[in-house]
């Protein structure tokens, strides 16, 4: 940042966020405060931070350190937000959103391409009386549809995991906003040097930190960001105790308290303070891994024995148009169909240098078959619907060299 420039680029002002917010000693890094209890000068204070009167102060590590808020405080940086929550994982993040916005009664429209697990959780939500309708989210008409009286949400993954489908982000947003929807969209595969979600009317933006912002596959995290474009006044289901106040801050009070306080999916201080020193590496990582991606996916797409290349940074993807006008790359997910499903185990098994593992958005590449995995649990009429072929095999790519992972995956499939 220079006179001529007064604002950073995106990676400059994430290195320093933490330095520039002050740090006692003159460290050039946060520390790690791994304190559970923090006490007061006077009670008056204390009593203030229980009854949110008194703003960023700590009383007890469940509901945040000052660790995970500086972690909080990168997150809302880079998803342009008015504040984040830190949660012990993705899944935690996403929990929370559901349960402590949603109630008995109330109806969601998601869409029908999620990840393995939000999808399991979505079929729990059921057992709470929370009705959801999945649905194609690649059309807005879809999700128009599927709306009811009783509908409080709409909750999208902006790159599905492992089919690469885009939802009309949005024609989505735009639908939300005149209904008066909360608009959730997890920007995991993404990640915010890639996407911003805020762009298109996004209400809550949830990550797995675990994956694009950590970078490393050595601490488990996740987060979910307001935008500060919902009107929360409006919003029934928000407990009487957190209606006083900035009405922009009244979901994000009630998620920390019902979803840390009483939930306790906290994260630690270590685990955040890791996942902050992977964060700065972001747009570096995402830009290398997004270019390999798209050479590995051209010559998938060229070799005899595959069937189908699932990336939307190929010309013949559903949503490629869509891709180039919202996103910087096409990230580092991509997944493709052997003609030969038959084969599956034996390419995977041939592989040397891409590793044979679940997870996603490590510094290593990563391949697992998928079908027989991660969405197993789900079913065959469920994987027809989500369009998981038995042959369907899921790549997450990681900083290896774009040769050496095509000299690998040729040899595999030779």
């Not at 996407?195 to 990550?207: E, N, T």
Request: glycine share 10%; hydrophobic share 45%; proline share 4%.
């Amino acid at each position: 940042m220079t006179a001529s420039n007064p604002s950073p680029g995106f990676t400059t002002a994430l290195v320093h966020a933490d330095r520039r917010a002050g740090i006692e000693h003159g460290a050039i890094r946060k520390p790690i405060h791994t304190s559970v209890q923090y006490g007061f000068e006077r009670v008056e204070d204390l009593i203030g931070v229980f009854q949110g009167t008194v703003k960023g102060g700590f009383n007890y590590a469940r509901q945040g350190t000052p660790t995970t808020a500086a972690l909080e405080a990168r997150i809302t940086q880079m998803e342009d937000g008015i504040g984040s929550i830190t949660f012990g994982t993705g899944m935690a993040a996403i929990c929370a959103v559901f349960l402590t916005l949603l109630k008995q009664g109330d109806h969601v429209v998601s869409s029908q391409f999620v990840f393995g697990n939000t999808n399991s959780v979505l079929g729990t939500l059921g057992q709470f009386g929370i009705e959801v309708s999945k649905v194609d989210v690649t059309s807005v008409d879809a999700v128009r549809t599927a709306l009811q009286p009783n509908t409080r949400m709409v909750f999208v993954e902006t790159l599905a995991n492992p089919g690469t489908q885009i939802p009309d982000l949005e024609g989505i947003g735009q639908l939300c906003a005149e209904r008066g929807l909360l608009y959730v969209v997890d920007n995991t595969i993404t990640s915010p040097w890639l996407f911003r979600p805020k762009a298109v009317g996004a209400s809550l933006v949830i990550h797995s930190l675990t994956k694009t912002i950590a970078g490393h596959g050595t601490a488990l995290g996740g987060s979910v960001t307001d935008t500060g474009l919902f009107d929360w006044s409006r919003y029934p289901n928000i407990f009487p105790a957190y209606r006083s106040g900035d009405s922009r801050q009244w979901g994000l009070a009630q998620i920390r308290k019902k979803g840390l306080r009483d939930m306790g999916a906290a994260l630690s201080s270590e685990q955040a303070h890791a996942i902050a020193s992977g964060a700065e590496t972001l747009a570096l990582r995402v830009n290398h891994a997004s270019a390999t991606a798209l050479r590995l996916a051209t010559f998938l797409a060229e070799h005899p024995a595959v069937a189908k290349v699932h990336y939307p940074g190929l010309s013949d993807h559903p949503q490629h148009e869509r891709a180039r006008k919202l996103f910087k790359a096409g990230a580092w997910l991509l997944s493709f169909e052997l003609r030969d499903a038959n084969r599956l185990v034996e390419v995977i098994n041939r592989l040397n240098v891409v590793i044979k593992a679940t997870g996603l958005g490590d510094t290593r590449t990563l391949i697992i078959p998928v079908a027989p995995t991660i969405f197993w649990e789900a079913g065959a009429e469920t994987r027809a619907r989500m369009g998981i072929a038995d042959g369907l095999i899921r790549l997450s790519i990681g900083l290896e060299d774009a040769d050496d992972l095509i000299a690998d995956l040729g040899q595999a499939l030779a």
